[in-house]
């Protein structure tokens, strides 16, 4: 009798999604499968700022785990959360076709005060990279904590006198909770990762691994990995205002990339583009650019701000 495939998520209406998404997409070539729930230590805690949390991994470790422990055979992330270094003895499975990689801002009263970059404003984020990024393009902004899983940080909004606050189009559109007031930032260069989903599993589980293989994007796997060997040659991790995007088109790859000072008062910012065929390198070449460009002396910063 075939083993039933032990799906392991968190418990938010947009982890389920993404585990759900990945079970039926499992059972289109006929593989049964379950989800098993699992709380990880970024859904208990909800009022600590990620980038005080020791945040890399903190919404994977309690998965792996599982994993490590033999209570799940995958487990489902949206891949921005995962460490660009995985657990001892778990492997990349399979990454999804990628979603909108835009980030958002989900805003309260008349929009055309975003049209002055001067204008006096009060945001709210837990990311360090949209606080950095955001602050570069709009300097007169307070900028409040946001945490929690989507459907609470918009209650937060509408429960708060900001005037708007920043999400990732795709954890919203995902699960129709994208409102009207809503537009995309498209100046803002999104996490390493963001919009796509990713399968791990046990390295040691070919079966498990052959499968989940089926659900793989190629073209996603691949600009996904050079924004995260981007973010990873730069030492950085999710509490690092560090950028990039890579998009293929035409069998060419086109890479952006930046990195922020935490007040937004620099920014260093890169653009290159490369063949399909030998991409395979291009995030670390670019992150060893940026590093001449001075990325190390920001770096330097934020790690003694730490």
Not at 48 to 57: C, D, S
Not at 130 to 147: D, G
Not at 156 to 167: L, R, S, T, Y
């Amino acid at each position: 009798m075939e083993k039933i495939i032990r799906i392991g998520t968190r418990e938010s209406q947009l982890a389920v999604w993404q585990a759900e998404t990945v079970q039926q997409m499992l059972a289109q070539y006929g593989f049964k499968s379950e989800l098993v729930y699992i709380k990880s230590d970024g859904d208990i805690d909800l009022v600590t700022p990620l980038y005080e949390i020791g945040v890399q991994g903190v919404f994977t470790k309690t998965l792996d785990a599982a994993l490590l422990s033999d209570k799940i055979d995958i487990a489902v992330h949206s891949m921005k959360d995962v460490p660009t270094q995985l657990a001892e003895g778990i492997v990349q499975a399979a990454v999804l076709e990628r979603a909108s990689y835009k980030d958002i801002v989900v805003y309260k009263g008349d929009k055309s005060k975003f049209e002055n970059k001067d204008s006096a404003l009060t945001i709210a984020t837990s990311s360090i990279r949209r606080k950095a990024q955001w602050l570069n393009h709009y300097p007169n902004t307070k900028i409040e904590n946001l945490r929690g899983n989507v459907n609470t940080r918009l209650q937060k909004v509408n429960d708060n006198n900001w005037d708007g606050a920043i999400f990732a189009a795709a954890g919203l559109e995902r699960i129709n909770l994208r409102p009207e007031n809503s537009f995309e930032l498209n100046w803002m260069l999104p996490a390493p990762a963001q919009g796509a989903i990713m399968i791990v599993c046990w390295k040691n589980n070919t079966e498990i691994k052959g499968k989940c293989f089926l659900l793989n994007d190629a073209a996603t796997a691949l600009c996904v990995k050079l924004e995260r060997d981007f973010l990873r040659k730069l030492m950085g991790g999710c509490s690092t205002p560090i950028s990039a995007l890579a998009e293929i088109k035409n069998d060419t790859v086109y890479f952006k990339g930046n990195i922020c000072s935490v007040n937004g008062d620099e920014s260093i910012s890169i653009e290159k583009s490369g063949s399909v065929k030998d991409a395979a390198d291009l995030g670390i070449k670019v992150a060893e650019e940026v590093l001449k460009q001075g990325a190390d002396k920001l770096i330097q910063a934020l790690q003694n701000a730490k």
